[in-house]
């Protein structure tokens, strides 16, 4: 399956954009030059020069450890809410297509309504009333995303329902939960997996822009949002604190998006040809 | 349930039959049955609600219609007809894997619909199914061992090094080499696939298996592999089979008792050398004919019926048999038969039983297609 | 039709069948796989009669669908190719022409139907215009023209209504009905010779008998030659006039049906005819061939059949056995039946 994926050169690339992050984002402590909270106080708003290889901030900070130290926050916030969502959807998800009839019915009118609102208003409002702070984030927009991949686990486990080791387990006399766990899940994993990769890149996005606007990740702690805010006020003199963080958002959300798509083609033997 | 642990979970306290008591109490219909029957389907009906066309509403699809059927120990009643007619509903209905729209079916005489969900899947391991796809039928994703074995970790039978010792025998007598047992399905061929298929409904040592087209997908050398193999099984171990084909060869060869269904009902019931060499219905007389058999072109008489099976969506009025009916009357348009016994052969045809062929009397007296060879 | 007309170098040893409409000789279709290069046909030979019923018999994998692929030229390339042999249709070499050329035997000298026949019919356009379409490409009629001869072929293959039919779109008509368009399809442009791969395999016995029965009647009608792939032995017995028996890539066995079937020279044959269910022998047990057919890529030395082969000899595990005449029309590739001169049963 690796050897296939790596015959893809786009889902190749986003591997490796995926890996670069994550060892980013694991090392930040050590391949960072400078603590992501100290000042320079001599080099405030200075561009990009040996001493800070992507410049200082207003403050001073050095902005290479701060992007370094803010793929760990975009990370976190990408697996943990996206392991939210999963979780949410697939219970869901499995218990309507397991269940069929009433069960399903109303999960998925509760789907259906939990789509019209538009989710990022729906995360604006909560997090007007809650702490703006990352676990809140995070919890707020695994619990606004799981209903793509609810669909999805719906639909594959009940068209597994009625394919015969699923009746067979059945037939063995196996409890409602241990089919789905042992025989419906695993053979429904693939096709969330390829929607988790890429609804990591969407919950990157919503965090990112959260802490643009203020109300995600709070400073000092640094999140490419919110080195973005600042880049924006001092876009005139600072270019380098706008284009950096915007570069990494761009280019994480294109890896996700470029490694999921490629996953999707390998794992979904419907778009494989024979 | 208190019972549920022992070894016949069946026997539920609260039961108002005696299980295995002989005829005491139960009105067996079949007199000359003489053991109350293992497995009992009574009026089993099963019609599903499909989506109608735009603005036409909810359609039912009557997949099965009142089947009655009586499964004795050791016994085995071959379940034939074309696609669509049923066979696989009824055999999942008999399984209460799908519950019936009306009607009944008692294992051991306790009518399994009485039974709670815990007591259901106790009761589970005393019947089994077996499937036709053998790329279907198994997990992909679990190893030989492990679907063999499931079975006997879940009803709590066996474990760890008891449940493999148990799991092994299983399958060198279904004919895997041990080797099997840490492998995976799609390193198997269709046969042996089928053979992990039959181990699996064995594990819990049922006495009635279900067995829904087994050798369909199979090559002819294969297939009677595991013909023989299911025969061997049941004068071992007494299993009752309810052995469903579209193949009247394959049927003949394991059924003590045939019946043939059309369009969810059974036109025909009756012993199995019954139906070969006296066939009633003439829908199973076309059947017979329409079997293609090595033995060669000095074969029988051959009726060739015309049209298409019909939709179950909307069968034909009366007897659903008469648009296709050779010898068809004007009475089977409007009426439906109902399925007559004579001397434990059951017909539903109009023409047949009531010793008055031309009830109709429209058109000429029915030529019977007489299946024995010259 | 072709210039390049070859002579058939064994035109002088016609079989007891008239003149020989298609002539194969030691073809071998190979295919690329990840467990390297398999020849899933290895040495076929055969011919067809005109106005012939051949069957070709074999179990899954046999090579059977691999045989017909190849005759009309439509082994899938690159991973599949021809890489020996001559396919002769009346005196021309098919291998030899070129591309263009063999589109003309497709279809028109030559048709194929296939098993299932909804994945070879358009869903999106009518039964009518796909005929026709295939009609005005070999015979270079006109539109009008066109359509009737669909809908003259329709009615030939005993659909009611035909010109109302034509109209119509193919989920509209069940599955027999839709082989019945096939076979129209295929009868269209008047071919010499139908291979039909399994041609009611997908359907209910009671159709099955309407579709061989409609065929055997249009072969007699517009004498051309049937050569009919199938794994059921009952449709062998009374449908074809000679059989070519397969195992692993080869014909083991060839001969008139009712010889082959009464008396079958091939172990392979014998037990293949006795693992059969039949009617009116109940609850035997059946004779079984035992084992699994082998891996193409894992095959034994000498005899392919060797290992599950009741009769073999030590001599089986050295000689790979050719297909040796043995009176009767009848060919069979097997070293102890070729000494005996048969098997005793
Ligand atoms: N879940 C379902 N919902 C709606 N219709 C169904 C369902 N299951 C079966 N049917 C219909 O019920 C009828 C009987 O189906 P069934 O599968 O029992 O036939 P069968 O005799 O087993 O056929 P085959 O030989 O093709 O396996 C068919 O018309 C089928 O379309
Ligand atoms: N495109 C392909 N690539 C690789 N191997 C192939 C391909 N097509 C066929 N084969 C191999 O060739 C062999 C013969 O296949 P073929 O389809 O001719 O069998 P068959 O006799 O028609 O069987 P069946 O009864 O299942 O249709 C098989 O072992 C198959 O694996
Ligand atoms: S009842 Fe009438 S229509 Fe039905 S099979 Fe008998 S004769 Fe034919
Ligand atoms: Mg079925
Ligand atoms: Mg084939």
Redesign the pocket.
Known sequence: MLRRLLRNPLAAAGGLIVLALFAAAAGAPWLAPYDPSDFDAAYVLDGPSVRHLLGTDGLGRDVLSRMLFGARVSLMVGFVSVGIASLVGVTLGAVAGYFRGVVDTVLMRFVDVMLTFPTFFLILAVIAYLDASIWNIMLVIGLTSWMGVCRLVRAEVLSLRERDFLVAAEALGMKPSRVILRHALPNAMAPVFVAGILGVAGAILVESALSFLGIGVQPPQPSWGNILTEGKSTLGVAWWLSVCPGLAILITVLGYNLLGEGLRDVLDPRLRAR | MSAGSTNAPMASAGSTNAPMASAGGTNAPMASAAASPLLRAVGLTKTFRVAGRLFGGDRSVHAVTDVNLEFGAGRTIGIVGESGCGKSTLGRLLLRLLLPTAGRVEFDGTDLATLSPRDLRAARRHMQIVFQDPYASLNPRMKIGRIVGEGLEVHGVASGKAAREQVLELMARVGLTADAYDRYPHEFSGGQRQRVGIARALALSPRFIVADEPVSALDVSIGAQILNLLLELQDERGLAYAFISHDLRVVEHVSHQVAVMYLGRIVELAPAREIYTGARHPYTQALLSAVPTVDGKDRRQRVVLGGDVPSPLDPPSGCAFHPRCPIAVARCRVEAPQLVSDGGHRTACHLVGDGNPSAGGDVPPPVRHDPAPA | MSKVSTVSDVSDVRGTNGKRLLDVRGLATA?D?SEGI?R?VDGVDFHVGEGETVALV?E????????ALSILRLV?AP??RIVAGRIELAGVNLLELPEAEMRKVRGAKIAMIFQEPMTSLNPVLTVGYQIAEAVRLHRGLSKREAWKEAVRVLDLVEIPDAAERAAGYPHQLSGGMRQRVMIAMALSCDPRLLIAD?PTTALDVTIQAQILELLDSLRARLGMALLLIT?DLGVVAERAERVLVMYAGRVIEEGPVDRVFAEPHHPYTRGLLRSVPRLGRERAPLATIPGVVPK?NALPAGCRFRDRCDAAVAECASVDPALEPLGEGRRVACIVATRRGGLES
């Open positions: 295919f796989t398999v899933a074999g899954s994998g046999c090579g059977k669908s691999v045989t899938q991973a599949g399994e794994h193409l």
